[in-house]
């Protein structure tokens, strides 16, 4: 399977603040998903997106996959985007490969 | 539309204790996987099952096992704990087989915290 990278491994904005967060992958992927997990552990879908852009409210997404990589913007941010963001591809079988994560702290 | 349902939501074992996690897929799926996250990591591949079948598993020893029942509901059974199976245990489901043309995006469930001391 593939090898996820994220960047960076922790956030501290204020809010309203915009941020970027990058996940890079080894190989081509036929499926890419981005996901919040809260603090209570629960992994809430933000996009399924293996190629292309999407737009759900204040968070967008996209994944260039000849490149090898996907963005996922929030703009605006809100004290309760905080959290733990992972990008996750096809591994082995019929994983899902995450990455290690973004903690996102966002700031009154 | 119903979504992934786990039970229990926290559970706390002894080593040499077995335990036994359930999960209730999403309404119209029938694939469901099982991960486990430690803490601070990403969750991490233990298997899946399609119809009732083992189909596909990460580097985890035997003492994981599951099933999977007509309803697609599955359990995940620990057996012999050790102090490493300490984590939050997610469960996900989907539609069809990944790795196929059809197959769909995983939705989580809230996850058992297993402890075991």
């Known amino acids: 399977g593939i090898q996820v990278e994220q960047s960076p491994p922790d956030l501290i904005l204020q809010e309203g603040a915009n941020s970027t967060l990058r996940c890079n992958f080894s190989?081509?992927?036929?499926?890419l998903q981005w996901f919040h997990q809260n603090p209570w552990g629960q992994l809430i879908n933000l996009f399924y997106i293996p190629s292309g852009t999407k737009q759900n409210g204040r968070l967008s997404a996209t994944t260039v996959a000849t490149e090898r990589y996907s963005l996922l913007y929030i703009s605006s941010s809100q004290t309760t985007d905080s959290g733990v963001y992972f990008c996750?591809?096809?591994?082995?079988?019929?994983?899902?490969?995450f990455g290690k994560g973004t903690s996102l702290l966002v700031t009154p | 539309e119903t979504g992934v349902t786990q039970s229990p939501t926290h559970l706390i074992k002894t080593r040499g204790q077995q335990v036994t996690l359930r999960c209730s897929s999403q309404?119209?799926?029938?694939?469901v996987s099982w991960y486990q996250q430690a803490l601070g990591q990403g969750p991490q591949f233990i298997f899946q099952y399609y119809r009732e079948e083992e189909n596909g598993r990460g580097n985890f020893p035997p003492r994981f096992s599951g099933l999977q029942f007509p309803n697609y509901s599955s359990e995940l059974n620990v057996n012999a704990l050790e102090l490493d199976d300490s984590a939050l245990y997610l469960c996900?489901?989907?539609?069809?087989?990944?790795?196929?043309?059809?197959?769909?995006?995983?939705?989580f469930g809230p996850g058992t915290r297993l402890t075991v001391l």
């Open positions: 309404s119209g799926h029938n694939t």
């Open positions: 996900a489901s989907s539609w069809g087989l990944a790795g196929s043309s059809s197959y769909n995006e995983q939705f």
């Open positions: 996750a591809g096809p591994g082995s079988g019929y994983a899902l490969n």
């Open positions: 190989d081509s992927v036929n499926n």
